[in-house]
């Protein structure tokens, strides 16, 4: 399975942006999908994710209360709304898979190329 995350770009600070992730084969729905963020010159960090069957959601403290992830099982897509944006949330975006809750990037797999989100002052 791999996964891709689109639609990033630029926007102001306190603007909204919805990034999309679309699997390349329907996910289980044991699975979770998870978006994570890494700004240049820092480590890749956990954002939010979602269990792909009940559809519970999990979120970073510094994102929580601005974003929000849903999914369409129908499309194999999920998305995350991103309220709110601050230049800190300047980073590129990425969405993969795991099997259990996780907030460690190597639990997850389906990496595909991320979406670069920038917030201008």
């Known amino acids: 399975v791999q996964l891709q995350a689109s639609g990033g770009g630029l926007v102001q600070a306190g603007g909204s942006l919805r990034l999309s992730c679309t699997a390349s084969?329907?996910?289980?729905?044991?699975?979770?999908m998870g978006w994570f963020r890494q700004a240049p010159g820092k480590e890749r960090e956990f954002v939010a994710a979602?269990?792909?069957?009940?559809?519970?959601?999990y979120y970073a403290d510094s994102v929580k209360d601005r974003f929000t992830i849903s999914k369409d099982n129908a499309k194999n897509t999920g998305y995350l709304q991103m309220d709110s944006l601050k230049p800190d949330d300047t980073a590129s975006y990425y969405c993969?898979?795991?099997?259990?809750?996780?907030?460690?990037?190597?639990?997850?797999?389906?990496w595909g190329q991320g979406t670069l989100v920038t917030v201008s002052s």
């Open positions: 993969a898979f795991a099997t259990s809750y996780s907030t460690r990037e190597y639990d997850y797999k389906g």
């Open positions: 084969t329907r996910l289980f729905s044991s699975s979770l």
């Open positions: 979602i269990r792909w069957g009940s559809g519970r959601t």
